[in-house]
């Protein structure tokens, strides 16, 4: 009797399994929509205008041109059932790469998409988020005319450039964590009618607060990332002319003590940089002109650390998580209190900075 139990089971099992398998949906490519860039904007009347990029395989096997599909509803949930009626295959969103909100979207609030979108399984945690300074609308057309790499130019400008590592887990990390806000990647057309990778735009709550530029970018990846490749330039006010020295950021370690009774932040930043360009009245080979140039290094960059943090204090937005840090030196913390203290936060700045591979150029 035991045995023939055992071979029952085995056979009822076995029967689940052959059923799962076949209740198992298969999707073919070539069957499918995929979209890779999708985008979101307002129209006059506050509804949603979906715009979506995807590679339309059935065209031709070889080709890799995206098409273009636009529709607009009340409601970030319809938007992929409007646009499968204007397909011969089924709208997939597996494939996203990027997400892309138009500038005047971003600014009134991106919760709709995040709660109907962003949040569900099928939605791959490493895809890109961006703001466009233009609509989402243009950004996809300006797109539409070349291929689809907007994920790579991202991806590009994190690894080679000056923009820190984001996706939509570190998004979705500060979206909702405590003591933290949100950021992600500008991108603009120019004048050749390119996407351009634009530095960082900065969210509070789910609305798009604050745009860094060029400088202020790269002050927040110095402080927030490990490592970073991007040239910072300082100007220099010599005799006759302008002169320029420009170090190239290697690697870089951060440290932020919380002093209780004081009520006070002690930030303490270890650098490894590269200087690729000197006036030539400096030799770095000499010591005393290496300790002037890093002087000169620390002093101007101390200036824009502080510049950079009294404006975030100022837009009352903190992409830096300096609420989270306190959080875990203090266990008294309340989210409110120390938010209304935040603006008056007193920080002090520490460098110590080491510079390596100097006096290659002059």
């Known amino acids: 009797m035991g045995k023939w139990r055992k071979v029952n089971i085995v056979i009822i099992v076995f029967i689940c399994f052959v059923s799962l398998v076949g209740c198992a949906r298969t999707k073919i490519v070539d069957k499918l929509s995929i979209i890779h860039v999708f985008g979101f904007d307002l129209d006059d009347n506050g509804n949603v205008i979906g715009s979506a990029l995807f590679p339309e395989y059935t065209k031709s096997k070889g080709s890799d041109k995206s098409q273009y599909l636009e529709e607009t509803t009340d409601a970030v949930a319809l938007l992929r059932p409007k646009m499968s009626t204007h397909t011969s295959t089924p709208v997939a969103l597996s494939k996203i790469r990027v997400l892309v909100f138009g500038n005047e979207f971003a600014k009134t609030g991106v919760n709709d998409v995040v709660e109907r979108l962003l949040l569900t399984p099928e939605i791959a945690t490493h895809i890109q988020i961006a703001v466009s300074s233009n609509s989402a609308k243009e950004t996809l057309n300006s797109l539409k005319k070349g291929d689809l790499t907007l994920a790579d130019q991202i991806k590009q400008n ?3 450039q000056q923009l820190p590592k984001m996706n939509l887990h ?5 979206f909702y964590g405590e003591g933290m806000d949100p950021y992600v990647p500008m991108i603009t057309i120019d004048e050749n ?3 351009q ?3 960082v735009g900065i969210f509070k709550d789910d609305k798009l607060k ?3 530029n060029e400088k202020e970018t790269f002050i927040f990846s110095t402080l927030e990332n490990y490592r970073t490749q991007a040239i910072y330039e300082i100007i220099l006010d010599g005799e006759d002319r302008t002169e320029v020295l420009l170090i190239q950021a290697f690697r870089n370690k951060r440290k932020w003590d919380w002093v209780k009774d004081e009520q006070k932040l002690n930030l303490s930043l270890k650098l490894i940089w590269t200087v690729t360009h000197h006036p030539d009245r400096f030799n770095l080979e000499n010591p005393h002109d290496l300790e002037t140039i890093k002087g000169l290094i620390k002093k101007d960059l101390k200036k824009d650390i502080e510049e950079l943090l009294n404006t975030f204090k100022e837009k ?12 875990s030196q203090d266990r008294d913390w309340d989210e409110t209190s120390f938010y209304e203290q935040y ?3 007193p920080i002090n700045v520490d460098i110590q900075l080491k510079i390596i591979h100097s006096g290659l150029q002059g």
Do not use: S, Y
Request: proline share 6%.
């Open 158 to 160: 994190m690894t080679g």
């Open 170 to 174: 570190v998004f979705l990390n500060h």
């Open 193 to 195: 009618d390119k996407i």
């Open 197 to 199: 990778v634009e530095r």
């Open 210 to 212: 604050l745009h860094l």
């Open 316 to 327: 009352g937005v903190d992409p830096l998580g300096i609420g989270n840090i306190v959080r």
């Open 343 to 345: 603006p008056a936060l």
